[in-house]
């Protein structure tokens, strides 16, 4: 819950800095400017700074962006994802109290089925978000209601499934204006993993945790969880199945993003590379469905390492050796996109960014609608340079920035 929400950008902006300590001469020095821009931008004198700017800001007050971002007038809403027309209905499933009744539970293997048809809509379908809004409901539901009518082992087979179903939630709740409801998901799916008492829907629910508390700025919470979740698992993976080699290599990665996101360049890369050699120990093609971890992601995740670190040329680097097309799920494809773009915007490459954009549009335009960053983006392209302004407003008009 944002508890400075009548302040201006600036106000914000110092409220937050003094709480971190710094003067402005400090601050000014971690993002590369002077005590006196930054004296200009508390009192309101200067516009808020653009998107890479703003990242920089919140890395050395180490908040989010969004605690910074959230007061910039009618934009903060046009950047924020909008409500999906599903979001109603998926959060009256999550809400609603189960009770056990006369009615028997589905069979566990048919829960199983329904929940792989998910995932693989979740991967293949461009209007993804929108396919999982009219699936999720009744499998809420039902995963609810089996762990409820199940005793004994097929009990904790249900809480397993439940879990999953609740991280599948959670990938459609992202993004939306829906903060309570996110932290619920991922709360009660972290319970039912852990009462399911299998490693793999924990690894899971800790993954899909360490993402919320990273999102919220909290990335010292982000790590602590990934560590603990590795460290109770790491055994368990010596004679593991593949997908919880899987699970441990995602859960790696997730280190490696959240010290990026902190700046800590070298642990980051350290996480990363120890991703990459349990992706080197999977099977060619293998591709664990929850977290897109593979080897062919390793390279995306790459890109993503680079731009947090805010390393741009590195990121255009990274993202030139892979193939993007090599990702077979089409929103992960068009994620991976879209910090590839980040990487062009921050070289003030608005060709290559636009370009690019419009490749994750193409890939899978509900992803780009929901996407902060590529929303964002999109809006200060509307400024930019004259020659690529129409091709930004085709753009914003297709992702629903604009009419």
Same mark, same amino acid.
């Given at each position: ?172 709740? %992202? ?7 996110? $932290? @619920?998901?991922? #709360? /009660? =799916?972290?319970?039912? +993993? !852990? ?64 010290? %990026? ?7 980051? $890369? @350290?996480?990363? #590379? /120890? =991703?990459?050699?349990? +992706? !080197? ?123």
């Amino acid at each position: 819950m944002d508890s400075l929400p009548e302040l201006t950008f600036g106000q914000r902006l110092k409220v937050y800095r003094e709480r971190s300590g710094k003067t402005r001469a400090v601050l000014g020095g971690l993002v590369g400017r002077s005590a006196e821009w930054v004296k200009a931008v508390e009192t309101d004198r200067i516009l808020p700074p653009r998107l890479p700017m703003l990242d920089r800001i919140a890395r050395a007050l180490k908040v989010d962006v969004s605690a910074l971002a959230v007061e910039l007038g009618d934009r903060s809403a046009v950047v924020n994802g909008p409500e999906h027309p599903a979001l109603a209905s998926v959060r009256d499933a999550v809400n609603r109290v189960a009770f056990a009744g006369d009615v028997p539970a589905e069979s566990l293997s048919r829960l199983r089925e329904r929940l792989a048809v998910a995932w693989r809509a979740r991967h293949q379908a461009s209007d993804h978000r929108t396919v999982l809004g009219g699936l999720l409901p009744g499998l809420l539901r039902d995963t609810q209601h089996a762990v409820l009518v199940y005793e004994g082992d097929e009990r904790r087979q249900a809480q397993a499934l439940l879990a999953e179903t609740l991280g599948l939630a959670q990938m459609f709740i %992202a993004y939306q204006p829906a903060a309570e409801l996110l $932290w @619920r998901v991922a #709360d /009660r =799916a972290m319970v039912a +993993a !852990q009462e399911s008492g299998d490693p793999e829907p924990l690894a899971g629910a800790g993954w899909f945790l360490c993402q919320v508390h990273r999102d919220a700025g909290d990335w010292d919470t982000a790590m602590a969880v990934t560590l603990d979740v590795l460290s109770a698992l790491e055994s368990a993976t010596v004679d593991g199945s593949t997908n919880l080699l899987a699970l441990w290599g995602a859960l790696n990665f997730e280190a490696a993003y959240t010290a %990026a996101r902190a700046g800590e360049e070298g642990r980051a $890369w @350290r996480y990363w #590379d /120890r =991703a990459d050699r349990v +992706a !080197q120990r999977l099977p060619q093609g293998f591709y664990q469905p929850q977290t897109s971890f593979s080897r062919v992601i390793m390279g995306a995740h790459a890109v993503t390492v680079a731009v947090e670190l805010q390393k741009s040329g590195e990121a255009v680097r990274q993202a030139r050796r892979h193939d993007a097309a090599a990702i077979p799920s089409r929103p992960r494809r068009a994620r991976h996109l879209i910090e590839v773009a980040r990487a062009h915007y921050g070289k003030d490459d608005t060709e290559a960014t636009v370009a690019t954009l419009r490749q994750a549009y193409e890939s899978a335009p509900e992803t780009i609608r929901y996407n902060g960053y590529a929303r964002q983006i999109t809006l200060d392209l509307l400024d930019g340079p004259r020659a690529t302004r129409d091709d930004a407003r085709d753009l914003a008009v297709r992702v629903g920035l604009v009419s």
